[in-house]
């Protein structure tokens, strides 16, 4: 990826997870450069049509080699570059699921064009969307308790601050409390 002023990218956000999925995919290379080499070769060589010594030419067996080391590279670095566009965006998501942890509710994820889990995106900026509202509707109800209690109308205040609980605990409670 290219560098931007400023900005530092990284292609290994999570390396436990990306590695994880690197070892499968060259794993994945591997077998396959063998079972196609098997695949082509086998038929030609059991139909005479392709006479191999009992030990193979030394150009051959690098052209083998080059071919699976070749292939393996190929593999793991398309799937570090996919494994980047999932975790990347995950990464982003789990910032913002702590910057809304220390109270700033009002935080988005913002996702490349490239990256997957677009849908993720938009329920997460939805819900603190809901969010921000929510808090916005109870700051309105606390000036009208405030409102309340200025015009010494005392129990039309304890009514909205008893409405106000009630709102937060059913915010809290999960639906097993509530059934």
């Known amino acids: ?47 005479h049509i392709l006479r191999i010594p009992r030990f193979l030419p030394m150009p051959f067996l690098i052209a083998m080699g080059v071919g699976i080391a070749l292939n393996i590279f190929l593999v793991a670095f398309v799937s570090l570059i996919i494994t980047h566009r999932i975790v990347g965006p995950l990464f982003a998501m789990s910032r913002s699921f702590h910057e809304i942890e220390r109270g700033k509710w009002n935080s988005k994820v913002h996702f490349r064009k490239t990256d997957e889990l677009h849908y993720v995106a938009r329920s997460f900026n939805s819900m603190t969307d809901g969010l921000c509202k929510k808090v916005a509707l109870d700051i309105a109800a606390c000036g009208d308790i405030k409102q309340a209690l200025s015009d010494n109308n005392h129990q039309e205040g304890i009514r909205l601050v008893d409405q106000l609980e009630r709102d937060f605990k059913k915010r809290i409670s999960s639906d097993k409390e509530e059934a």
């Open 1 to 47: 990826m290219k560098k931007t002023r400023g900005k530092k990218y990284l292609f290994m956000v999570n390396r436990e997870f990306q590695l994880k999925y690197l070892r499968y995919a060259a794993m994945v290379g591997f077998v396959s450069t063998f079972v196609t080499a098997f695949i082509i070769l086998y038929p030609l060589y059991v139909f």
